[in-house]
């Protein structure tokens, strides 16, 4: 994965810390969500992750008139052969890249759910599997930004991590001016892997080892979201899953075969973060959500390595 990261950093500056947040989930098979303002490199590192990779890649632009349709597929009927011929929407890739995804109406936004969940699409009663690997990485505005939607919570949960790109440093920001001012970096990006390597790597961060303090460490994690005053929904057991299966690739990432306690609690902002809802009290206080999941984090006694 190590090339693929290098892949990515040539066209998306500064960024390691997204940039390895989206390779973990990548081999944890989940899904990730860009949150930030525009113009920050949102899209350009989603399609520079499904550049770097030898499978399909799709990109749906979400606009407020797209249907369900556009994104599953839909049956038409030809004239020739006289029968329905289903015609396959965008979610048939590898890495499907969808760009705003909260402009998009919430009729719309759901037809990703069962794609998303269970890796395949139901359309007039018939099911068509998606090949794999499947991922979605999604892309949308904050939600004071004119136009959008606010993406509702079984959506936002089916998403293994959300992060934020951020601005980038001044160093960064005139590398970018540098070697990106003149010439397209993605139209310069070449595959450094295929589907089936990366295929291999999901199955082998699978069997990363984790042992039962760990395991507690994460359920106790979860379940402070539950109990704290500071949210008014805490995480779901789906988010547990996800949290583990992210640990694993973290620590495949970092070169280990075993989750430590400190995977856990670096992902646990990412992971948990846009599956809870602060309480009235916080919000008035001013409190991040990110916040109250560092402090969450930092209640829970951290188990002996």
Excluded: W
Aim: glycine letters at 6%; proline letters at 7%.
């Amino acid at each position: 994965m190590g090339r693929v990261r290098g892949a990515i950093e040539s066209v998306i500056e500064g960024k390691r810390q997204p940039i390895d947040t989206a390779l973990v989930v990548l081999l944890a098979e989940g899904h990730l969500l860009l949150e930030d303002v525009p113009g920050v490199g949102k899209t350009m590192l989603a399609k520079a992750l499904g550049k770097s990779i030898a499978c399909s890649v799709r990109r749906i632009q979400f606009t407020p008139d797209l249907l369900p349709s556009d994104i599953t597929g839909v049956s038409v009927y030809n004239q020739e052969r006289r029968d329905f011929e289903f015609k396959p929407g965008g979610v048939f890739a590898n890495i499907v890249v969808g760009d705003e995804i909260n402009r998009a109406s919430p009729k719309t936004q759901s037809a990703l759910l069962e794609s998303m969940e269970e890796r395949q699409v139901s359309v007039d009663g018939v099911t068509y599997e998606l090949e794999l690997p499947f991922m979605v990485v999604a892309t949308q505005n904050p939600i004071e930004m004119e136009g959008t939607y606010p993406l509702p919570e079984a959506q936002r949960d089916r998403f293994t991590a959300r992060i934020q790109m951020g601005y980038p440093t001044k160093n960064a920001e005139l590398d970018m001016l540098e070697h990106h001012g003149s010439v397209d970096p993605l139209g310069q990006l070449k595959p450094v892997t295929d589907a089936g390597t990366i295929l291999g790597l999901i199955q082998a961060v699978k069997q990363v080892y984790v042992a039962p303090a760990v395991k507690e460490y994460l359920v106790a994690i979860v379940t402070a979201t539950r109990e704290t005053p500071d949210l008014r929904l805490g995480a779901s057991p789906r988010s547990s899953l996800q949290l583990l299966r992210a640990s694993r690739a973290h620590a495949a990432l970092a070169g280990r075969d075993y989750v430590s306690p400190d995977d856990v609690a670096a992902l646990a902002g990412s992971v948990l973060s846009h599956r809870v809802l602060p309480s009235t009290d916080a919000q008035l206080a001013r409190h991040s959500v990110s916040d109250i999941i560092d402090t969450v984090v930092r209640s829970v006694p951290v188990p002996d390595k």
